[in-house]
Structure formats: C-alpha cells, structure tokens
C-alpha cells in the first residue's frame, strides 16, 4: 500500500541508467525537492533529458531556478502510475508505476547548451513542431533560466504485476487484479484566436502521451 | 514553460480550501520532500485527505515515514496535468494544471484515527471495495506508519485555456491551441491466481478516474 518501500517479486529498484533514462524520457512533468530558506520545498516542472543530463528551467526569479543556479542540492523525481493494484487486503492494495529519483547539484546552463534544451523540450512534448513556431528571441532567452542535475546518482523503482497477497488469502473468494491507468490526449481545441483557416497540423494530429 | 511561477491571466494561485482539497481528493498520488540525512528527498507515495488533514503512510522503517514520526517539516505536492499548451513561439509554451502545496510538519497517527485513514483511502481508491476485502490485521496495522499534515499552510495553482502568446505573434499562421491530457481506467486484468468462477465486481467495473 505504499510506494516508498522495496517489496518482495513485483516490485525492484535499479541503477541501471537505460531504465532511469526511460522513465524520464516516459514523464512530461517531475518533482523537484530542494530548501527554499531552510524549509523542504517540492515544485512540479517539465523535464527533459540530454545524455547522462536532466534538465529543469524557469523564471531566473523563482525560488526553484535561483536554489539550482547557486548549485544547492536538489532531488529530481518523476513518477508514471500504470495500474490499481488490487489484493484481497486492504494491506495489500498497491499501484504499479514506475519511478526515477535523482539526487545531485543544480548547475547553471548557459549559450549553446541553453539553445539545445529548450529545442529537446519542445520537441519531447510535441515532436516535430518545433520548425512550425516563430524563433526565441535573446529576451526570451534572457528571461528563462535553465538548470542542469547530472544523472550519476539517480534511482528508478518499478511494480508491475498482480497483487502480492497473503498465501492464506488466496483461497479467498474476493476478485483481485490490476486495473491499468492510461494517459491519453483527447482532441486539440484550436485557440479562438487563431488565424482563420488552419487545420490542425500532423504534429499535433499524431500526437501520442 | 514553466510550471513555477504565478503568470498573467490564464495561471492563477488561490489559499481557498475548497480548491485546495479538490486536487488533492483528486489525485492518487502526492510527492513528499522531506530532508534525508540532511539532503532534500522527494517521494511519491499515495495520499488521501480527510477534513482539513493530509494523510501518508509507508513502511515504519522508512525514511520518509521516520522523519514525519519525528515531526519533521514536510512538503506536501500534488500535480494534475490537463492539457499541453501549444503557442505560436517555443517560450509561451506552457501546461494546463492543476497543483496544490502543502508545508507542515508530520503528525504520528495512531488508533481509531489510523483505522479511519485506511478505509478512506481504499474509498478513495476503489469506492465500494472495503466490506469485500479480508480485514486488517493487527500485524499489518503495526507494520504501516501513517502521518498526518495539517492543510493550513496550503496553496494551490491552476492554469486553464489556450495559450498566452504575444501580442504580435497572433497575426501569425501558426496553428495553436490545447491538447487535453486524460487519465482513463483500461480493462481490468483478473489476477491468474483468482478463484474459479469470479467475475469482475460492480466496484470494480464502474471505476472512474
């Protein structure tokens, strides 16, 4: 009934980089933990990944960007959930999902390697789009800050399967099983203020979560 | 681009706790920053809410659950995600969410107040579930730690609608808009080791998100 712990077969933690790469390539949105004046803070946030390089960004202004660019500690986690898990406890009861920690050092992005990651960010969240948009201007570039977390010391934590029930429970005539969580996208609403006449263009029409 | 900061009209922050508890009562799972050993963690686990309180459990032994024992300062957060926001330029953007945070310090729960905190969160999670399941143990009862977190230092954040672009770069013809994002319950797998003969039960079948 918790996601923090090691269990017994269903569920297993790695180091293994493939699997905690996939999982942060698998997320839009991660939890960033970090101290905003001594106090433990979580802000949610897009991240993508470059390489052995997790990337989080924001206002220059903001607690999050101005704690990573002075390179305090901070902890990166993304969590997908795939499916209810229900046992024939309450006990017992899970969910299976599959989980990346990241522990390091914000460091502070800068040039070329700023340029590239806001280009890997848009194309992660809807790829091929990325060519259709008017350019970024050196403001807006200006006005965002970009924080690197190097991938050294990251986790992943995964549960798939049915419950893991008492033996004597098993002989109970209760229904157990998984009931999948999927995330999909519905159709895309067309701002009111677009220019009339366009369609919604293939990138956004085979977009797939 | 970000999910951090307060923006201009679409992105709003509110303290009101109707809006607070919603998200939270509609979220399965929360991340909870804490400091491990001195360096900030975060930690997905399940949440539910009863009345102005925040609920988390987990193994005694872990980290997490130790520290919010020991009254240790814990953030609370809750992330929905509803829909990418497509602008006409890379930097505007953005996510349709909703969030809320919650700063506190951990509350050991014990007694009929821990009792209660199971059964709301398998009603939380499978409504109509409970009077079918085997009953709780005392050995499983001791072997969950379960923490409180009062919801008086709780915000929540919202953004809604289309995309806030620049004033100029409406007279573009780039395509722009919202793709919702949805979570939907896909068939349910029947655990191979059910008893013969059961069938998938109402509370079960008529599962929503």
Not at 32 to 58: C, E, K, M, S
Not at 119 to 137: D, F, Q, S, Y
Not at 152 to 170: C, F, L, N, S, V
Request: hydrophobic share 40%; charged share 20%.
């Amino acid at each position: 009934m918790t996601l923090t712990e090691f269990k017994r077969l269903p569920e297993r933690g790695t180091n293994d980089p493939d699997t905690v790469n996939a999982i942060l390539d698998s997320a839009l949105v991660g939890h960033v933990g970090f101290l905003r004046a001594g106090h433990p803070a979580v802000i949610p946030t897009l991240v993508v990944r470059r390489g052995d390089q997790a990337y989080i960004h924001g206002s220059p202004a903001s607690a999050l960007i101005r704690a990573g660019k002075a390179g305090a500690e901070i902890c990166l986690t993304v969590t997908l959930i795939d499916g209810l898990v229900l046992a024939r406890s309450a006990f017992h009861h899970s969910a299976n999902y599959r989980s990346a920690v990241v522990y390091g050092q914000g460091r502070w992005v800068e040039g070329e390697e700023k340029v590239d990651v806001f280009e890997a960010l848009v194309e992660k969240i809807v790829p091929g789009r990325l060519p259709h948009l008017r350019p970024l201007t050196r403001k807006e570039m200006a006005a965002t800050g970009v924080v690197a977390l190097g991938l050294d010391q990251a986790t992943a934590k995964i549960r798939t399967g049915p419950p893991a029930d008492e033996e004597a429970d098993y002989d109970l005539a209760i229904w157990a099983g998984v009931v999948p969580i999927e995330t999909v996208f519905a159709d895309p609403v067309p701002d009111p203020r677009n220019q009339p006449g366009l369609s919604v263009p293939d990138h956004v029409g085979r977009l797939e979560p």
